[in-house]
C-alpha cells in the first residue's frame, strides 16, 4: 500500500447527467467458520469502540476494536458493501442488492431503520460530523440493464432524513464519497467499460452549505490513461486518503499547486485490500491507524491494522469470522 500526498485544482462546474456491469468486490475465499444465525451483539460491547466489517456471505461482523474479538453478528443482508459512521456511534450499512441502507445502534442488534435508496444501488455512504447530513454513492440506476447506462449519483438526506437531494455526476457510476470535519464532500465516479476496467475517474467536490458540484483534477504520476477504480474516501484531519486498487492509498489536500508528499509500503502479506477506515481516538483528533480488510496472498480473508502514516507490517490481523469481506467503520466508545 503507498501513501500520496497531491493538492486539489478545483474548476467551477455544474455537474451533468451521466448498467450493469459487475460490481468490483474483490472475490475472496468464503471461511466455513463464519456463523450464521439471526442477529446477535454482547451487550457489553455498548461502552466499546467496534469495528464493523462487511462480508459478501451477507452477514456484517463486529469486533472488539482494541480485543479483536467477535462482538456480534448482524443479519441479514444481500449485499452489504460501504458503511459509514454518525456522530453518535450510528452505523449506516449500505446494501447494494438490497436498493437500502440499514441503521444500527452503536452495539445495538436491530435497526433502528431502513433507508430505501428507491431505484438506486447504494455502494457507500457518509455522514457529515458537522451536520449529519448523510450522503449516499449511488453506482447505478436499478431501471438500466446495459454497460452504457450509467445513471448512478450522489443522494444526500439533509439531518439523514425525508426525501434525499440527488446530484448528477458526468460518469454515473459513484463508488465512493468522503466527508471531511468541516462539511465538504469528496466524490468519486468511475466510468466502467469492459472486465472491470474503468477507462477514467472523475472526481467531484461539494463544499460545505454549496448546491452545485464542482469537477476537479486529482493528478496523479503513477497513471497516464486515467484513475483506476476508487475504493474508499477517508479524512485524517488534515489530508484526504483515497484508497486504489485495493492496496495504495494516495494522500491530498485542496490548494491550487500539485504536490507529491510521500509513497509508503504497506508489506506482511497482504493481498486485496477494499475500502479503509482511519482510527482517530476522538472525531478532531488525528487519524493514527488504519484498518483494512480483504484477502491475503494465499487467498485468505483478514482485517488488517496498521499505523498510520507509517506503514510497513500489520500490527495485527483478524482472521476468524470472515467471508470476502469488504467494508469496514469504526464506531468510537459513546
Known sequence: MRIWLFTITAAAVLAACGGNPPVLVPAQAAHPNVERRHSWMDPSTRNETLLYVTNSNGLVSVYRYWQHTLAGVLTPFTMPLGECVDAAGDV???????????????GGAKPLRRILDTGFHPYGCAVDPATGNLAVANYEDTTYSGYGDDTGNVAIYLGAKGKPVYYASDVGRVSSLGYDDHGNLLIADGEYEYYGYFDQT????????????????????????????????????????????????YRYTINIKAQEFDELQLSGGTGYVGGIWL???????????????????????????????????????????LDGPFGVAISLKQ
Open 202 to 249: 472523475m472526481f467531484y467536490y461539494l463544499p460545505k452549505k454549496s448546491s452545485q458540484l464542482l469537477s476537479i483534477d486529482l493528478p496523479n504520476t503513477q497513471f497516464s490513461s486515467g484513475w483506476p477504480f476508487v475504493d474508499s474516501i477517508n479524512y485524517d484531519g488534515k489530508y484526504w486518503v483515497l484508497t486504489v486498487y485495493g492496496d495504495r492509498l
Open 92 to 106: 449506516y450499512i449500505a446494501d447494494y442488492s438490497e436498493k437500502a441502507l440499514v441503521e444500527y445502534a452503536h
Open 279 to 321: 482510527y482517530r481516538q476522538t472525531p478532531k483528533a488525528p487519524a493514527t491507524q488504519v484498518v483494512g480488510a480483504g484477502a491475503n496472498q494465499d487467498g485468505d480473508a483478514f482485517a488488517g491494522y496498521w499505523k498510520y502514516p507509517a506503514g510497513g507490517n500489520p500490527y495485527y490481523e483478524i482472521t476468524t469470522n
